[in-house]
DNA sequence: CAAGCGGGTTGACGTGGATCAAACGCCCCA
DNA sequence: TGGGGCGTTTGATCCACGTCAACCCGCTTG
């Protein structure tokens, strides 16, 4: 952990306003002009604070808005009645989470935080108000919405048709993108999630999380300790996927 | 087959029209009040017919349009490099297809016909122009990619956590929901889809699906004769995923 | 009418990952 | 500073599903 230096915190500082926001490219108004982002600052109806292991939303709450994550991470997940659960996905800071809501006015998962996090929270009656006047806005969120499907569709492929240290370095290789996306290190990161919410998101059970894991660092792809992972040879990761089994 | 009768065939009757579509209920017209839905009469760019087997899109096109499936059915599915397939969905009649493809401009599936059908082009343009105009069309757009995702998570439900039985009673129970919603019998369907093709969509080989088939047919679940199911316990089916395998 | 073939079923056997179990190490808190 | 608990690692064993292979059935084609 890093000192940093002590900035004086002023009311304007705190202001939600995607203008000011440095996510702009990561979030929702990736790709819009900075006119029609200055727009959007009316657009977010405040932020929320959600500490570790809380829920931002639960199966069945009112859907109302939807969320950007402004700092921290998430997971959303789905029980069975059984009590087995499938995580659905890992979010991080810029991604937006509560679509599932909206196809039936009520939320369809879980979404849980892995760390104290924040989220902006944007009432999506807004939002659907918004869109329709603004042009570039409408555009960029049903390419979020459809990107959230492309995503489901690789995971669809992790699921059915990759094999258990396959799945693992795509969730790597993964990490690994979106932590460089955010300005971290693409080979050194500390997750936030547990072997069994890997395992879930996969698949596997968490021992079999674990001894991929084992057999990773063996073959000198990656370091691991815990949860801080430190990537030795991505090539080595992203051949494993390319396919077959030593070839 | 049955024979039908003539009917004059005129430019009128061929006239693509939501507002004379007798798939309105289930497609993207549905909650639409009339006076929207005689307005999306302008949105339909046409029909396209696509023989059994052919490619309505394929990975990579460039995405213009969404297609709502008229008659006949599709799979989707995504390739591995080294050819492994997943299937991501199955569509039916007034079902959407391409939505993929939004994220990026260019599709990232592939949507292939099951048997003859054919589909509404709706140019994506056009639909984002006219959303922007009918509120009730730009909230049922938002619904229908909503209720894809929420359709993928219980993928991820069935891929992750499900075992095979599980799996196939939840795939069966699906299709006699979706076949009773288009006013065929719940009980007695005729799958379009290979075995093959059921298992890539289950995770599962096509052997396990075949074998799944007969175990439910001795069980007294269903009665399987090739592609013809005809389900005889459709309790029985849904307490296999209700849990716990014989209790 | 025969031959070929794609799709489906069934059996025998192999194996990747699940399950069960034990022990370890980090971290929180008294 | 020491104890307790959760998360993780690792080993031994099991089993659900995959693999390989034979055969069947209904359709198509010459």
């Known amino acids: 952990m890093q000192q940093r230096a002590v900035v004086p915190i002023t009311v304007e500082g705190l202001k939600t306003a995607c203008s000011q926001c440095n996510l702009q490219e990561l979030c929702l108004p990736f790709g819009m002009s900075d006119g029609d982002i200055d727009q959007l600052d009316a657009l977010v109806g405040g932020r929320r604070k959600v500490k570790r292991h809380q829920h931002l939303y639960r199966v069945g709450d009112a859907f109302e808005s939807i969320y950007a994550v402004r700092t921290g991470s998430f997971k959303t997940d789905v029980l069975l009645e059984d009590g087995r659960e499938q995580v659905t996905g890992f979010q991080m800071s810029g991604e937006i989470l ?23 929270i944007i009432p999506f009656a807004n939002l659907e108000t918004l869109s329709r006047e603004v042009e570039s806005l409408q555009h960029q969120f049903h390419k979020v919405m459809s990107r959230e499907i492309v995503r489901d569709h690789g995971v669809m492929m992790l699921l059915g048709s990759m094999r258990a240290e396959e799945r693992l370095a795509a969730f790597l290789i993964n990490m690994s993108q979106r932590f460089t996306a955010r300005g971290f290190s693409a080979a050194e990161f500390h997750l936030r999630m547990t072997r069994e919410e890997i395992g879930s998101y996969l698949g596997l059970k968490l021992e079999t999380v674990s001894r991929a894991f084992s057999r990773f660092q063996e073959n000198g792809l990656i370091a691991v300790q815990q949860k801080h992972i430190r990537i030795r040879d991505i090539g080595g990761l992203k051949a494993l996927l390319s396919h077959l089994p030593s070839v």
């Not at 006015?105 to 924040?118: Q, Y």
Request: net charge negative; with cysteine; charged share 20%.
């Open 98 to 120: 509560g679509l599932d809501g909206i196809s039936t006015d009520a939320h369809t998962c879980n979404a849980v935080a892995l760390e104290d996090s924040d989220v902006c």
